[in-house]
Every structure is written in C-alpha cells, then in structure tokens.
C-alpha cells in the first residue's frame, strides 16, 4: 500500500509537487496521469525514497519513507522511465545484479531469473549482451529487472515511453499481472489511453497538484462528461424522441428516419433502457456505438488546455 | 559485505566485455617495457650524452678558463654543462643526475697567480665510466697548464672523489620507468574515474538508490574493482621491464602494493573531480584538466632528476610527484620498512579521506 498525504516538493522557488495526497492499495493499479513536467516522476521519487519531501508524509507499506527508509524500500520495485540497464551486461547478468542489490540469493535468485525472463519473453536472449537488444527488448527488462525480487509495491515511471506496440501491449499485460498477484501498481504516464485501459483508479495531475482522483467512471462523472451514443436501424423519428425522454440527463442530438445520436451521462448502463423504450415506440435497433468521453478530451476541459508532449 | 561483491563482479564483467579498452590499459606498460628495451638496448645503458655540473665559486677569468674548456669542440658535443651552487651540486651528484660535479672554490686566480697550492674538486658518478674520467683527465691537463706557466712553486691539483656506490646513478630506463608507470595509472584512474558518468546517464545509480542498499558498499566495491585493474597493470608493467627492460625491482610485492594503493587514491581523487562537474563532458575537460599539468609537473612525463630544480620540487609536493618519488625509492630499494609503512599509511588515510568525501558528494548531489 502507498500513502501519500500531503506530499510537497520545491526546488528554490519552484514548486514541483504541490500537496499531492492518494492512496493506492494492494491489487490495486493506481495511475498518474499528466503531461510532462507535471511531477508525476518527483512524486514517485519522494515515495521511493530518491528524493527527500519539502514537506508531507509517504508511507509504503506503513513504514515511513524518510524515517524508515530501508524498511520502505524493500518492500519496493522500481521501473525508472530510464533504461537502467548495463549494455555490456546480459539479461541474466542485469537480473543478477539487480535481483542482489535487492537481497536475493541463490537458489531464489536464479528461480525468480528464470521466472521474469519467461513472463517478459526474453528466455531465448538472455545471454546475450543488452547492447544487443531492440528498444521494447530492453523496456521489458527494465521492468523485469524491477519485479525480479516480487515487490509488494511496484512504482512504475512512464514505462513504455519510445516502446513498439507489440511490446508495449505486452508490458501492459505484465503490469495487469503483477497486479493481480496482489502488487500495489503505482503507475505514471501521459498516454491517457494507457490509462484509461490499464488503471483501476486515477488521479490527474498538472503543475504539481492533483486536479481530479477517482475511478475512471467516477472522473468521467465528476466531470460531467457525456457519451454519444450513436444508433442505426428503423426510426420514427419524433416517436423516438418521445420515447427516450423520460430517461435521466438524456439529449437527441440527432433524429432520422435511419440514425438516432443520443447524449447522456453513463450510457452503458442506460442501454437497457433506451432500447425498451424504442422497442415500444416501435423503433427497430440494428447497430450500436458507444463513444465515452476520453481522459484526454476531460484533462483538456478540466485544465483549458491541450496536453503537452 | 555480499553487495561489494556483486559490485565488483558487475564492474569487471563490464570492463571484460570491452576488450578494446582492457587491453590499452595493459598494454601502456607493456609498449613502456619494449620500447626501453629497444631504446636503451635491454641494458640500460648510460646515455652518450653526460652531464657535467660546475660550481664556480672563484668567477675570474682563470676559473672561467677551466669551464670554457668544456665548451670546445668536441667536448661541447659529449657533455652538457650546468652551473649550479655547491648544495646543489653534491645532492645532484649524490642522486647520480649527472656525470661529474666540479667545484672551482674562491682563491683559485689568486692561487694561480701566485703559484700557491690549490686543489679542486671533482665528484664523479660510478654508473658512468668513459666520461668521468674524460673529465677528471680534461680538467688534469688545463690545471696542468696553470701549473706549467708557473714554472715554479706547488701544483694546482685535483682532488678526484668518487661518489659512493649505493648512491650510483640510474640508467636511463631506470629513471623513466617509475615515471611512465606511474603516468599509465594516473591515466587509468582518469579513464575509471569518468565512468561513473555513464552509469550516472544511464539511470544506474539512480535505481540503485531506492533499493536497499549502501551507497558506501557501491563506492567501495568500486575500489576493489579498480585495485584489481591496477595489480594487473601494476604486476604487468613490472614484470615486463623487470625482464624485458632490465630494470631492478628491488621488492616486486611492494611495488605493486604502492602502485595499487596510489591507483586508489588517484581514482578516488580523480572520481571527486569528475563529479564535481556538471556535465559528462565538463567533468571529461576537468579531469583531463587537473590530471595533465599534475602528471607533468609531478614527474610523470618526465622524471624529476631532468627537471628544473624549482619544477622538482613543487612536482615531489603533489600527489603524484609524491607517488613516483616513494615508488622510486621502492624499487630502487633506498626506501626502509618504517619509511614504506609510513608511506603507506599515508596514502590510506588520504584514500579513506577522500572515500568519505566522494561518499556525501554521490549520496547528496551526484546521484540525483
């Protein structure tokens, strides 16, 4: 578990972290989403220990990360946006070092090797120097490197920036699975359909403040955000007007005699609904689309501006 | 204690996969072994030109005569001439920098003039044969001359001492192995010294700090890597020019300690510098900005005995000049055990200074 409360960072007069509080639980992927500069990674540098709070408290797995420091990074696994690997160095023997910083011995060590080489798909390579590797190769073992000693918090900063899209679907899937192995995911990125598919909760950061947290249900909410929800088939169209208005916060954006396009807030759940109604107003549904409102369009409302690369 | 381990067999399998740069740093005492045996003929062989040191305390005409001899062809070719104060002179000679000292005392013109006896004096070197006693005989015979003018009355003599053995000069490749060696381990502690940059660049020491670990055991298998590199160099470029360049070794087990122990603390030095930059690239120009001017004034490129005096000895007060000094007296076996412990016990201390310097320097700022 991951505690912050508070957490303030300043350099001179620059304040890079404003009174960040979250909490991220066991099992639990808790995403930081922002643009550059927005302090997710000095967020994860105070928790993990890096970098010391301005001011504020971070606990990992209740040991204080200031007063407890060794204590809290045993429990950790970190995956630095960085490379931080030794090119001269085999995937085995990055894993070794890395797995014995960590306080792994042998015969664990060499079981949790083989272990992460396998999830990460690089069993077949792993003798090999890293200089060797393509860039998702060397991603994977970044993070690999990171969980090798099963971490009960697993910080994860920006992972699959410059990655290919085969690998960095496949590092998504390893996160889903440390996970669900009962990890604490702390996950930071600016690709917000990262985040979107992969976080169970949220918290927008910018300029070093949390701006909206929750669920990404609840952020959508919270925002007032609306899905469209587009239909095709056979309309009547002021028959179909008047069958779907009684429902909650819904608008007809559009009505023909082939297409119906609705506006309300949580669709999905609304669906049952709209399609008695029309049903009864004698209306016939052959196909549905349901666009949600993306993290990206609500960081450009919530914060009037576009997300910065 | 099982982190410094692992620190060590990380940083040696790195250096091993670079084979390039492992076998430069062999070979710079191994080129330094063959090529003084192809200079100097495996012998060390005196050098065809010698040294001839002149105090002329006298400075008249008559004295000047005597020096001005030297100046003629085709001694003026064989022998260089320096004119040095007496002090000097004797310790010059006594560390066998030069071929032959000539003291001209106050009195000499007079003594001539008058026909009174007078001797000079000539120190000469024991290394050297052929050109001693081609100054002591030149000499003889320009007194000679005094003496025959003055056709009657006590000779004006020469007073001929040679300097005593164990105070021999060296050859030549004596002379500049301990500098050249001594120049290849400064040389790779600056090369080691810079790598902490890469590591830095590549997010290594970063990771390194959130997990749980010292960043003391990091540094200090740090040391033990490069102290392996430098026994191997060390043992290296001694055996070498033991074999190759003839060069005596007087204690092989205490060479290669003091030079392991000096790699340590230049690196360790070197390491503070290099992370007292900014940028890989700055920390690359101080490195090379600090090791250069140290390593040629601290007798490194050149030994001290060819230098200008005053160059000598602000060169023996830096930490280089102070290693070839002491690794010199090691090899030439002038140096004693306390002498050696305290040497030694000097250059770790300085090391563990500087380790804990180094230490707050990468956990405060460095790493971040």
């Known amino acids: 578990m991951i505690e912050v409360e508070q957490l303030r960072k300043e350099y001179g007069d620059l304040t890079a972290v404003d009174g960040v509080s979250f909490t991220a639980r066991p099992g639990e992927i808790f995403g930081l989403l922002g643009p550059n500069g927005?302090?997710?990674?000095?967020?994860?540098?105070?928790?993990?220990?890096?970098?010391?709070?301005?001011?504020?408290?971070?606990?990992?797995?209740?040991?204080?990360?200031?007063?407890?420091?060794?204590?809290?990074?045993?429990?950790?696994?970190?995956?630095?946006?960085?490379?931080?690997?030794?090119?001269?160095?085999?995937?085995?023997?990055?894993?070794?070092?890395?797995?014995?910083?960590?306080?792994?011995?042998?015969?664990?060590?060499?079981?949790?090797?083989?272990?992460?080489?396998?999830?990460?798909?690089?069993?077949?390579?792993?003798?090999?120097?890293?200089?060797?590797?393509?860039?998702?190769?060397k991603r994977r073992l970044n993070f690999a490197c990171g969980i090798v000693h099963q971490p009960q918090v697993l910080l994860l900063d920006e992972p699959t920036v410059g990655v290919d899209?085969?690998?960095?679907?496949?590092?998504?899937?390893?996160?889903?699975?440390?996970?669900?192995?009962?990890?604490?995911?702390?996950?930071?990125?600016?690709?917000?359909?990262?985040?979107?598919?992969?976080?169970?909760?949220?918290?927008?950061?910018?300029?070093?403040?949390?701006?909206?947290?929750?669920?990404?249900?609840?952020?959508?909410?919270?925002?007032?955000?609306?899905?469209?929800?587009?239909?095709?088939?056979?309309?009547?169209?002021?028959?179909?007007?008047?069958?779907?208005?009684?429902?909650?916060?819904?608008?007809?954006?559009?009505?023909?005699?082939?297409?119906?396009?609705?506006?309300?807030?949580?669709?999905?759940?609304?669906?049952?609904?709209?399609?008695?109604?029309?049903?009864?107003?004698?209306?016939?549904?052959?196909?549905?689309?349901?666009?949600?409102?993306?993290?990206?369009?609500?960081?450009?409302?919530?914060?009037?501006?576009?997300?910065?690369? | 204690m099982r982190f410094l381990w692992i620190c060590v067999v990380k940083d040696l399998r790195r250096w091993r996969r670079d084979p390039f740069t492992l076998a430069i740093w062999l070979a710079i005492p191994l080129v330094l072994a063959v090529l003084m045996n192809v200079v100097f003929g495996g012998g060390g062989n005196p050098a065809p030109q010698g040294v001839l040191l002149i105090a002329d305390e006298d400075n008249t005409f008559a004295s000047k005569v005597v020096a001005g001899v030297f100046h003629r062809d085709p001694l003026d070719k064989m022998l260089a001439l320096e004119r040095v104060q007496r002090g000097e002179g004797r310790r010059r000679i006594d560390r066998g920098e030069a071929s032959a000292f000539l003291i001209i005392p106050a009195g000499f013109a007079q003594a001539v003039n008058r026909g009174a006896a007078f001797r000079l004096q000539l120190f000469t070197n024991p290394s050297q044969s052929i050109l001693p006693k081609l100054i002591e005989d030149t000499v003889s015979i320009t007194l000679d001359m005094f003496g025959t003018r003055r056709a009657v009355g006590p000779a004006i003599g020469l007073e001929t001492t040679v300097i005593p053995e164990k105070k021999r000069g060296k050859s030549f490749a004596a002379l500049f192995f301990p500098s050249m060696l001594c120049m290849a381990v400064w040389m790779i502690a600056n090369a080691l010294a810079g790598e902490i940059?890469?590591?830095?660049?590549?997010?290594?020491?970063?990771?390194?700090?959130?997990?749980?670990?010292?960043?003391?055991?990091?540094?200090?298998?740090?040391?033990?890597?490069?102290?392996?590199?430098?026994?191997?160099?060390?043992?290296?470029?001694?055996?070498?020019?033991?074999?190759?360049?003839?060069?005596?070794?007087?204690s092989l087990p205490a060479a290669i300690l003091w030079l392991v122990l000096a790699g340590v603390a230049f690196y360790l030095l070197l390491l503070l510098v290099s992370m007292s930059?900014?940028?890989?690239?700055?920390?690359?120009?101080?490195?090379?900005?600090?090791?250069?001017?140290?390593?040629?004034?601290?007798?490194?490129?050149?030994?001290?005995?060819?230098?200008?005096?005053?160059?000598?000895?602000?060169?023996?007060?830096?930490?280089?000049?102070?290693?070839?000094?002491?690794?010199?007296?090691?090899?030439?076996?002038?140096?004693?055990?306390?002498?050696?412990?305290?040497?030694?016990?000097?250059?770790?201390?300085?090391?563990?200074?500087?380790?804990?310097?180094?230490?707050?320097?990468?956990?405060?700022s460095f790493l971040i």
């Open chain 1, 165 to 309: 899209p085969q690998s960095r679907m496949r590092l998504l899937e390893l996160v889903r699975a440390e996970a669900q192995a009962g990890t604490c995911v702390l996950y930071t990125t600016h690709y917000m359909e990262e985040a979107e598919t992969l976080c169970d909760r949220l918290a927008i950061v910018d300029h070093g403040k949390v701006i909206a947290a929750g669920t990404l249900a609840e952020l959508r909410s919270m925002l007032e955000q609306r899905d469209l929800l587009r239909l095709s088939g056979v309309f009547q169209p002021a028959a179909a007007r008047a069958a779907v208005a009684p429902i909650d916060h819904i608008e007809v954006v559009q009505a023909e005699e082939n297409l119906l396009v609705l506006s309300l807030v949580d669709a999905s759940r609304k669906l049952p609904a709209i399609f008695a109604a029309l049903e009864a107003a004698g209306s016939e549904v052959r196909g549905t689309t349901l666009t949600q409102p993306s993290l990206e369009s609500l960081f450009i409302k919530l914060t009037g501006k576009e997300l910065r690369e």
């Open chain 2, 277 to 364: 930059a900014s940028t890989p690239r700055g920390a690359s120009m101080l490195g090379n900005l600090v090791m250069f001017p140290l390593a040629l004034v601290g007798g490194c490129f050149f030994p001290f005995e060819i230098m200008p005096a005053w160059m000598a000895s602000v060169g023996r007060l830096t930490p280089p000049g102070w290693a070839v000094t002491q690794f010199s007296a090691i090899l030439d076996g002038s140096t004693h055990t306390p002498g050696l412990a305290a040497a030694l016990g000097g250059l770790v201390a300085t090391s563990a200074v500087a380790f804990l310097v180094t230490l707050v320097r990468l956990r405060r």
């Open chain 2, 197 to 250: 940059w890469k590591e830095r660049a590549l997010g290594a020491l970063r990771r390194l700090a959130v997990m749980p670990v010292r960043m003391a055991a990091f540094l200090a298998g740090k040391l033990v890597s490069v102290a392996l590199v430098f026994a191997c160099v060390a043992g290296t470029g001694l055996v070498a020019v033991r074999w190759l360049g003839r060069v005596p070794v007087a």
């Open chain 1, 38 to 137: 927005a302090g997710k990674t000095t967020t994860i540098g105070c928790i993990s220990g890096l970098l010391a709070p301005t001011s504020g408290r971070v606990r990992v797995m209740g040991h204080d990360v200031v007063r407890e420091g060794m204590a809290a990074r045993q429990a950790l696994g970190v995956v630095p946006q960085e490379i931080a690997l030794y090119e001269e160095l085999s995937a085995v023997e990055n894993l070794k070092y890395w797995g014995g910083a960590q306080g792994l011995r042998n015969p664990l060590l060499g079981e949790r090797i083989q272990k992460v080489l396998e999830l990460t798909g690089l069993g077949d390579r792993a003798r090999e120097p890293v200089k060797r590797f393509s860039g998702g190769m």
